[in-house]
């Protein structure tokens, strides 16, 4: 168990957008797409597993003061820093080794990916809006790795609501941060709760504008009919967020809200439906 704390696991759902390229395959995807896929998928969550590690080796001095973080593995020194680092490195080749088999371009994205969030862990993390922005390119190379490994067309909606998504995410999570461990954090001595809402607006209306743009302009019609179920679920993280939920916080516990939870299986189905049916 202390193992896959390590390689937080429970973080591998972020690596699940990789497979949003499958949906707009439509009829056109195949065994082999979703193999690739899925390979591609394992080779995104070493590479997470080995930034974590990284990241926690870093920080093992101010996570033994957090209340929650000093649970983790380096620490409360159940595993050595030694110990942890190898794994580390051992991830990181496995994982670069599988992207190259894949494709050389898929091969620069987990590159990428692992340089963006080492920058991040050593000191990005500390500089007001490059740290949410760096978390939302991140979200943004996941996706695009789905459309290199298919060859599909990459979408510039795919990207714009990628983006809007995963900074809307990460203003919530800045709040919840805010509210419950403002003085664990560098970053957050910067922000202000007038700041951080102001922000909050600012990504929930451009989220919301670009996929009732990109239902509209989209080669799929009746993706418009769909747009109240998103807004459902943007509103209702708001709400949540609002209540000082610690799902926001925390947000592979999404499934927690049944309301959340429900709402976007919803949405997933009527998608699907619609994109394959077309």
Not at 58 to 74: A, E, N, S
Not at 208 to 226: C, H, R
Not at 254 to 272: A, R, V
Request: hydrophobic share 50%; with cysteine.
């Amino acid at each position: 168990m202390q193992f896959l704390e390590l390689l937080r696991v429970k973080q591998y759902y972020k690596n699940l957008i990789i497979f949003l390229s499958l949906i707009f395959l439509g009829k056109e995807i195949t065994l082999e797409a979703i193999i690739l896929t899925s390979i591609g998928f394992i080779a995104l969550c070493l590479i997470s597993s080995s930034n974590y590690i990284i990241n926690d080796i870093l920080d093992k001095d101010k996570d033994k003061l957090h209340p929650f973080k000093k649970k983790r593995p380096i620490a409360n020194n159940y595993y050595s820093t030694i110990f942890a680092g190898i794994i580390s490195i051992l991830l990181a080749i496995t994982s670069l080794s599988i992207s190259i088999l894949i494709s050389e371009k898929f091969f620069i994205l987990i590159l990428t990916i692992f340089f963006l969030t080492l920058f991040y862990s050593l000191k990005l993390k500390e500089e007001i809006f490059l740290d949410i922005t760096l978390i939302s390119t991140n979200f943004i190379i996941r996706a695009i790795s789905g459309i290199v490994i298919i060859n599909a067309r990459l979408s510039p909606w795919l990207i714009l609501c990628t983006f809007f998504l995963s900074f809307l995410l990460a203003i919530g999570k800045r709040i919840n941060e805010f509210n419950y461990s403002k003085d664990y954090k560098i970053v957050l001595k910067y922000y202000t709760n007038d700041l951080l809402n102001k922000l909050l607006i600012i990504s929930t209306t451009l989220l919301i504008l670009s996929y009732s743009l990109y239902s509209f302009l989209s080669i799929y019609p009746l993706l418009i009919y769909t747009i109240p179920i998103p807004t459902y679920i943007i509103l209702r993280y708001l709400y949540l967020i609002e209540t000082n939920s610690n799902i926001p916080g925390e947000l592979e516990n999404f499934y927690k809200d049944k309301q959340l939870f429900i709402s976007i299986l919803i949405w997933l189905f009527i998608t699907i439906i619609i994109i394959f049916l077309n």
